[in-house]
């Protein structure tokens, strides 16, 4: 099963993506975090990505494309994967067509923009393990440490609210264009993500089982 999980930053990508992973037993392949990964080990790309990361903006098409095409050739993902966070452009899902990789459904998870403020605003991560809560609609059973690992939670330097705006923007300038593009496809499905994480969590599972 080779998914997609489409849709504006803040939407529940992640949240649903890890899920998923477990129950369908493949991997997510994250391009913001193998995007962070990079900048905390400072290799030459991570430095070249801090700064778009930091002002919300996209990095490269050629970049990121790269970066899965290496990521999708490893064994683990031979089974399937989810891509969460890729394609944001229609230059990337034609790339990632160019690989050869048949896509079997997009999941479009729809959530307006001002729940979206909110739902970042209030998000708080793990560094070591990659676990996502929310203050108020997902908080760590261990308060301000991670209840997967233990860590101190973080706040992700462009969850603020300006680089929220920004980011947003670029979802409707640069990214929203995909919906188009693979629902011509006949491979998209949008769910209603402005409800609780559990009942969303169903309507996906439904749609990846039929
Ligand atoms: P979100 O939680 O907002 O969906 P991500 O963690 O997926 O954010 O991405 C964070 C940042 O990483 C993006 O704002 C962008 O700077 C960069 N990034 C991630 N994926 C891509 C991509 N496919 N193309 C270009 N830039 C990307
Ligand atoms: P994305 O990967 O699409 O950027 P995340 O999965 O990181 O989104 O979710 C963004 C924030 O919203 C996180 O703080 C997460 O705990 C919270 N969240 C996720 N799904 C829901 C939901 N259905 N209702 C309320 N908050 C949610
Ligand atoms: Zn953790």
Do not use: W
């Not at 992640?14 to 899920?19: D, H, I, L, V, Y």
């Amino acid at each position: 099963m080779k998914l997609i999980f489409f849709g504006p930053p803040g939407a529940g990508k992640g949240t649903q993506a890890a899920m998923l992973s477990e129950a369908l037993g493949i991997p997510t392949v994250s391009t913001g975090n193998m995007i962070r990964e990079e900048i905390a080990a400072g290799t030459e790309l991570g430095l070249k990505a801090q700064q778009a990361i930091n002002a919300g903006e996209l990095l490269a098409d050629e970049i990121v494309i790269g970066m899965i095409k290496t990521r999708l050739a490893k064994p683990d993902c031979a089974g399937g994967f989810i891509l969460d966070g890729f394609p944001r452009t229609v230059a990337q899902a034609e790339g990632l067509c160019g690989m050869g990789i048949d896509v079997d459904k997009v999941i479009d998870i729809v959530v307006p923009d001002e729940a979206l403020v909110r739902r970042l605003g209030g998000r708080r991560v793990c560094l070591k393990c990659g676990a996502t809560y929310h203050l108020e609609n997902n908080p760590s059973p261990a308060g301000d440490r991670c209840g997967r690992c233990g860590e101190p939670l973080s706040v992700r330097k462009d969850d603020s609210e300006a680089v929220i705006r920004s980011r947003l923007e670029v979802f409707h300038m640069q990214t929203e264009p995909l919906e188009a593009y693979y629902r011509e496809k006949g491979i998209l499905f949008s769910v209603d993500g402005d409800s609780d994480i559990g009942s969303i969590a169903e309507e996906i599972a439904r749609i990846v089982r039929d």
